[in-house]
C-alpha cells in the first residue's frame, strides 16, 4: 500500500513505539482524506505521528487510515498527494520527471536543493521520529520515542503544498486523457514554476504497471465503500471488504427503489477486499442506490446467517 511514515513491523517490537499510516486500497485514502460534513483539516495542524489530535492516545503501529474522527493532520494529507503525485509520474500517468525534480525556494530554506523524492523522504523520517535508549526511575533500560519537535513541521507542509499545487490545472479526460488510456499532459511549462528546477543528472525510472500477487491481509470486519469515482459516466467501482467466505448479493436501484442492476447474485466469494464495476451507459442521469447483503453459513447446523447489509448512493451524469 501507499506509505506515509514507515512499516515498522521489524524488528517486531517496533509498533510497541512507532505509528505510520499504511493506505491499501482506494477507499482507506478516501476515508482519511474526506469525512462529509466534517469540513477540512486546519492549514496550521501539521505535526508528527506522535498522538491523534481528536482523542490524544498515542499513535502506535500500522493504521490502516486516519479519518478526521481521530486525526487531523495536514502534513499527512500532502504527504499523501506528493506520493501518489511522484508514483503517478514514474508511472507514465502523469508527466515524466516530477519526483527528481529539485526544489529552489527563498535563500535561507532548509529544504534547497532537495529532489521532490528526497522530500517526500524526509518528511517520511521527521514524521516517524526516533527510538532513544534511556533507564527508567529504577535505573533499568527503557526505549523512549522522540520527535524533533525544533523542525517546524509548519514549514515543511507549507512547502509540500506548494509542489503539490505546482502544476495544477483542468485535466484533459477526452482526446488527452482517459480516450488512450490513463495518462494525462501537462498543464504548465517547467519555466513557469519559480520554485522547481530540472534535475539534469537524472535516469528517467522504468516502473510499468503491475499487477501484485502479494498476499493481502484478510479484513477485520464487512464494509461497503463508496463508489469511485462519483458521480460517473458511464463506468464506475464498487468496493467492500468481506471478512469469511460469504454468499454475496449487490444490487443497483432507483430512486424509487425499482431494482435496475443486479450485480452480484448470492454469489460465494473468498475474504478479502473485493471490486466490482458498474456500466451503466444505458441508464438515464440521476440518483441511485447500490445495496451489498452478506450471508455465512452456521458451523453448527449449516444454515445460512445473514452478517451484513448496507446501502449507498451514487450519482450518474452524463
Do not use: C
Amino acid at each position: 500500500g501507499l506509505v506515509i511514515g514507515k512499516n515498522e513491523k521489524v524488528p517486531l517490537d517496533s509498533s510497541k513505539y512507532y505509528g505510520w499510516l499504511q493506505l491499501m486500497k482506494y477507499g482507506d485514502v478516501l476515508k482519511t482524506l474526506y469525512t462529509k460534513g466534517a469540513g477540512q483539516p486546519t492549514s496550521d495542524a501539521a505535526h508528527p505521528f506522535d498522538f491523534f489530535t481528536q482523542t490524544g492516545k498515542d499513535i502506535k503501529g500500522k493504521q490502516t487510515s486516519m479519518p478526521i474522527a481521530k486525526e487531523v493532520n495536514s502534513l499527512m494529507a500532502n504527504m499523501i498527494a506528493l506520493k501518489v503525485n511522484i508514483m503517478a509520474s514514474d508511472l507514465g500517468i502523469n508527466p515524466p520527471g516530477f519526483g527528481d525534480l529539485i526544489y529552489q525556494g527563498n535563500p535561507s530554506d532548509d529544504f534547497n536543493g532537495l529532489t521532490l523524492r528526497s522530500l517526500a523522504h524526509l518528511g517520511d523520517s521527521l514524521m516517524m521520529g526516533w527510538q532513544k535508549d534511556t533507564v527508567d526511575s529504577r535505573s533499568r533500560p527503557v526505549k523512549v520515542h522522540r520527535f524533533n519537535y525544533d523542525f517546524s513541521f509548519n514549514d515543511l507542509d507549507s512547502v509540500i503544498a506548494m509542489v503539490d499545487s505546482a502544476f495544477e490545472g483542468p485535466l484533459d479526460t477526452t482526446d488527452g486523457g482517459f480516450s488512450h488510456g490513463l495518462s494525462f499532459t501537462g498543464t504548465k511549462i517547467l519555466v513557469d514554476v519559480s520554485f522547481l528546477r530540472k534535475n539534469p543528472n537524472v535516469v528517467k525510472p522504468e516502473i510499468p504497471p503491475v499487477v501484485s500477487s502479494a498476499p493481502f491481509e484478510v479484513p477485520e470486519s464487512y464494509q461497503l465503500y463508496q463508489n469511485y469515482p462519483n458521480p460517473f459516466n458511464p463506468v464506475t467501482t464498487i468496493q467492500f471488504d468481506i471478512p469469511e467466505p460469504s454468499v454475496v448479493t449487490l444490487k443497483v436501484y432507483n430512486i424509487l427503489g425499482q431494482e435496475v442492476a443486479s450485480l452480484l447474485d448470492h454469489q460465494q466469494m473468498d475474504p478479502g477486499p473485493q471490486n466490482v464495476q458498474f456500466e451503466a451507459s444505458h441508464f438515464a442521469s440521476g440518483v441511485y442506490f447500490y445495496r451489498l447483503t452478506t450471508s455465512a453459513s452456521n458451523p453448527d447446523d449449516g444454515t445460512s446467517m445473514q452478517r451484513y447489509t448496507a446501502v449507498k448512493k451514487m450519482m450518474l451524469i452524463k
